[in-house]
């Protein structure tokens, strides 16, 4: 069992930035392959960015070269740094653990979701 908290959500103008973080209880961090997912209104959920089993970040397209995951083992904290913020990347952003060994792009494959944040971009 592990649980996930989310903060760091909010309203923010576009080209601004935000950071999201993730934090685990139960089960240690180190067990789990960390992702984070949204899902804009209307819209179904998608992959956001995601640590593989061996521990490479991937991202999607639309978020490559702005969005950073990264974690903190001792903390057992994720994190995913936005910046260039776009009004398109608005949606409900949630923090997961893989607890298959699946692909990470397999939404099937996590088996535990934070409460989701809300990010919100003006333009």
């Known amino acids: 069992q592990v649980q996930l908290v989310e903060s760091g959500g909010g309203l923010v103008q576009a080209g601004g930035s935000l950071r999201l973080s993730c934090a685990a209880s139960?089960?240690?961090?180190?067990?789990?392959?960390m992702g984070w997912w949204r899902q804009a209104p209307g819209k179904e959920r998608e992959f956001v960015a995601a640590f593989s089993w061996s521990d490479i970040t991937y991202y999607a397209d639309s978020v490559k070269g702005r969005f950073t995951i990264s974690r903190d083992n001792a903390e057992n904290t994720v994190y995913l740094q936005m910046n260039t913020l776009k009004p398109e990347d608005t949606a409900v952003y949630y923090c997961a653990a893989r607890t298959m060994r699946r692909h990470y792009l397999d939404y099937a494959g996590y088996g535990y979701w934070g409460q989701g944040t809300q990010v919100t971009v003006s333009s």
């Open positions: 139960g089960r240690t961090f180190s067990s789990y392959a």
